[in-house]
């Protein structure tokens, strides 16, 4: 009997939709999930919508799915991250062999999978941790992929990645795919996971957008339809700001109901979150990189969620009113400041999440290469966007560039921006609505470019209650010092260190 190239379980949305596109690249595919009843539904629905269904095998017990599969067996699992993956592992080592290979293509935290890959690597087990994005179209169609793991794991599973992943043409007519290989343990659901937080920054700086545009305030003279703000994300679309997210929200802000109203109105205005953008945030802390943007993202999410809360606090809590000149013939000119600071916001956003990736890559020492990320995330993914490709040049001119405002393209085009993002963050805050991400993105750029901050007066007070100890401008880096501020005190010091 004829064996499978490849096996998958789980057959969520994400799951069906993978195995559909390796069965219709040609792999022979076996697949398994815990519910017998989701196996035989998709057994049907795949008879209309996969194109080569010969490629399809159905288990319906661990045994004989792996006994099915070409050795070394390589299997997929596309299940709910946490405790679930690891149930699932622990179902298939008994009928494993060494040499076979374990690949997690779901949303894990990268901690997980580097201690899945030592765990398993001890019973000679491979594994590979895989970072999909694309959502239901992108599985079915061409995801980007981000894959990390040992040598010997992408010597068994690149090339079955880079096959079924989003293909991109480049400024010569050549196609290119949307999957590399990064790195060691743990990288490719580290890169997932910073995809995720700047999805996050972007998704709440177009969101502040759109609530700036839409946004029914008595002390704010500016006003447009749902019709009139979705054309203005689709202008922005065909420009610099041109992007999967702004597309879709275009899309969104058009769309009625069935009584002939916006749907967009109709939604509560209480956002959910899986995690991944908090991670994010939690393993900037790890890193030392500030990542102000997705950080914001994360909060704003928390605070929508305290809908019954500003209910109650919109009774007692009133805004003051600054008065702005305004008229008619300003909504291009707002406009386009909006655009400007979009832009300038989100390429901060992106600064911030290379920053981090670079920090790690560091310390876990995994070489991974910006160009390669820039490049598998310009097809498929949810962040794709037109910045992208300047992003691939920037390191691609350098590839230790500590930031990507050293980048002479990126650091005259926020000059260029500047003006815009500066009028539209005043205007937020006159008009009392809020600006979360595009504020913290403006203060991380001001706080960045400045030569002088007043952390000295931080250090200064840190000495004075707590013997901390400070630097100084006149001497060498790495050499403390300790006042008696008080003249009370005594010459004893805390030790200098940073967490």
């Not at 759109?210 to 202008?235: C, G, I, R």
């Not at 922005?236 to 069935?258: C, K, P, V």
């Not at 097809?379 to 300047?390: E, H, K, M, Q, Y």
Request: with cysteine; glycine share 10%.
């Amino acid at each position: 009997m004829e064996k499978n190239d490849i096996g998958l379980i789980g057959l969520a949305v994400m799951g069906q939709n993978l195995v559909m596109n390796l069965a219709d690249h040609g792999y022979k595919t076996a697949f398994f999930n815990r519910s017998r009843e989701k196996t035989d539904l998709f057994i049907n629905e795949s008879k209309t919508a996969c194109e080569s269904t010969e490629n399809l095998d159905p288990y319906f017990d661990i045994k004989s799915f792996v006994e099915s599969i070409e050795r070394p067996r390589r299997i997929l699992l596309m299940v709910k991250a946490g405790d679930g993956v690891d149930a699932v592992i622990e179902s298939l080592l008994p009928h494993l062999e060494k040499g076979d290979l374990i690949a997690d293509l779901g949303n894990s935290f990268f901690r997980d999978s580097i201690r899945r890959e030592e765990s398993l690597a001890g019973q000679g087990i491979l594994f590979a941790g895989v970072g999909v994005s694309g959502g239901e179209e992108g599985a079915r169609r061409g995801p980007s992929i981000m894959p990390g793991g040992s040598p010997e794991a992408a010597a068994l599973l690149e090339s079955v990645l880079t096959s079924i992943s989003a293909e991109v043409k480049e400024i010569d007519g050549s196609p290119a795919k949307c999957c590399r290989w990064l790195g060691g343990g743990g990288s490719g659901h580290y890169v997932k996971m910073v995809h995720n937080g700047i999805e996050y920054g972007d998704m709440q700086i177009i969101s502040e957008a759109y609530n700036l545009m839409t946004a029914e305030k008595n002390n704010s003279p500016f006003h447009l339809t749902n019709d009139q703000a979705s054309k203005v994300f689709t202008d922005w679309n065909n420009s610099s700001l041109a992007g999967f997210l702004n597309e879709i929200t275009s899309e969104i802000l058009q769309y009625r109901d069935e009584d002939g109203s916006f749907l967009i109105d109709s939604i509560l205005d209480a956002a959910g979150q899986k995690g991944t953008g908090k991670w994010t945030v939690e393993e900037s802390f790890n890193q030392g990189r500030p990542v102000t943007v997705i950080s914001e993202a994360v909060y704003a999410r928390a605070l929508s969620s305290l809908k019954s809360q500003r209910i109650e606090a919109k009774k007692h809590l009133q805004g003051s009113t600054i008065a702005i000149n305004f008229s008619k013939k300003d909504n291009e000119s707002i406009i386009s400041d909006l655009g400007d600071a979009l832009l300038a916001s989100r390429i901060i956003s992106y600064a911030q999440g290379f920053s981090l990736m670079t920090a790690a890559s560091d310390n876990f020492r995994w070489e991974l290469s910006p160009v390669s990320i820039a490049e598998i995330w310009r097809g498929g993914c949810i962040i794709r966007s037109a910045l992208l490709s300047p992003i691939r040049a920037a390191f691609t001119n350098n590839s230790k560039l500590p930031s990507l405002l050293f980048d002479e393209y990126f650091s005259n085009l926020m000059t260029q921006l500047q003006s815009g993002w500066r009028r539209t963050a005043a205007r937020g805050i006159a008009w009392g609505i809020p600006l979360p991400g595009i504020t913290s993105a403006l203060s991380y750029f001001d706080g960045f470019r400045s030569g002088r901050l007043p952390a000295n007066l931080i250090q200064a007070q840190r000495d004075y209650f707590g013997g901390h100890m400070y630097e100084r401008t006149d001497k060498p880096r790495g050499e403390f010092f300790h006042t008696n501020w008080t003249g009370r005190g005594g010459k004893a010091a805390s030790s200098a260190y940073n967490a």
